[in-house]
């Protein structure tokens, strides 16, 4: 059967029909409990996150005519760069390290494009390769289900007026691409909420303007130490500060904001069942770079190598040649 010229996705009321066995899998039982309205059995790849890692793979895949799915839960693609960045951001790298597979930049754009430029290509990209994504679409959890030899999906989307849908999604390949920055770190300071000033962190930063002619602080990630407390409690309490930072060596400052450069953080191991490849500890693939793209039973990670969109690319182009002949074995 060439699973590849069936419709990209069908629906099946019972689960269990894809193989006679399955009602002895424990990860079946598990999954099975949570009622969900549908289920959805997709023959190719379902990649989890529409960040560039994920955009990359689809290509890859499509340039070897294998349909992906992506399952994204914001409402677009890249939403790192499309919403959790300032205004004024441009990549760190000349263009040529950070174009993904198959596609250059165009030649026009500057060696260090802006985010505007970066997203417009990024859109270009998905519309080159016909990508297809289903938004809004979070995935709650995902766990291998030996019984039938395929991976289960459970997701929930918001459909207005605090209704939620949920879903069960059924597949033979998994790509994790959630990246290394799914999730803000937000740390936990003493007296962070006698502070009298905004706290944000820079995932919701966009420009200096709104701190023009402020006091601010900006914590770095690797500075989480210096800093005891926002606002010294003793002081706090007897209302003569209620700006402050003070820090380890005694010192106390007085600021009007304080900015939050703490950085991101995985969140794989809060909805994949699965500890033998990635870590539980920091959500990271256990083999480093360049062996952490390649999992068990169909698992795949793309964004993680700690080494930028390059590192993502070259993984891309990896799980793709990898799933093109896992595929071809099945046709023998």
């Excluded at 790298?93 to 997203?119: A, E, R, V």
Aim: aromatic share 12%; hydrophobic share 35%; charged share 25%.
């Amino acid at each position: 059967m060439d699973f590849w010229r069936e419709p990209e996705s069908k629906r099946i009321h019972d689960p269990s029909c894809l193989h006679p066995q399955s009602n002895s899998s424990s990860c079946f039982r598990s999954m099975k409990s949570e009622k969900t309205e549908k289920c959805i059995f997709f023959p190719g790849p379902i990649i989890v996150g529409a960040g560039p890692s994920g955009l990359a793979v689809a290509a890859c895949l499509k340039s070897k005519r294998i349909q992906s799915l992506i399952l994204e839960r914001s409402d677009c693609i890249a939403s790192l760069w499309q919403v959790r960045t300032y205004d004024r951001l441009r990549l760190h790298l000349p263009k040529k390290f950070c174009q993904l597979p198959l596609m250059p930049f165009p030649s026009w754009f500057p060696t260090y494009p802006t985010k505007q430029q970066f997203i417009a290509y990024l859109d270009a990209y998905v519309t080159e390769f016909n990508i297809q994504a289903v938004f809004n679409e979070t995935v709650v959890a995902a766990e291998y289900d030996a019984g039938i030899g395929f991976w289960r999906l459970r997701t929930a989307s918001a459909k207005g007026k605090g209704k939620e849908e949920k879903h069960e999604y059924v597949c033979r390949w998994l790509v994790v691409a959630t990246g290394e920055n799914a999730e803000a770190v937000v740390p936990e300071i003493a007296g962070m909420e006698e502070f009298e000033g905004p706290i944000v962190h820079t995932s919701l930063y966009r420009s200096g303007d709104s701190y023009r002619d402020k006091r601010v602080h900006i914590l770095p990630r690797e500075s989480l130490t210096p800093v005891l407390n926002v606002g010294t409690l003793a002081m706090i309490k007897s209302g003569d500060i209620k700006h402050g930072v003070e820090f380890v060596d005694g010192r106390s400052e007085e600021f009007d904001a304080v900015i939050l450069a703490t950085g991101y953080k995985s969140n794989v191991p809060c909805w994949l069942k699965e500890t033998e490849f990635f870590s539980e500890k920091d959500g990271f693939p256990r083999r480093p770079f360049p062996n952490g793209w390649k999992g068990g039973n169909g698992l795949y990670a793309v964004g993680f190598t700690k080494r930028g969109l390059l590192g993502a690319s070259l993984d891309a182009r990896r799980i793709a040649q990898d799933i093109e002949l896992r595929y071809k074995a099945t046709k023998k």
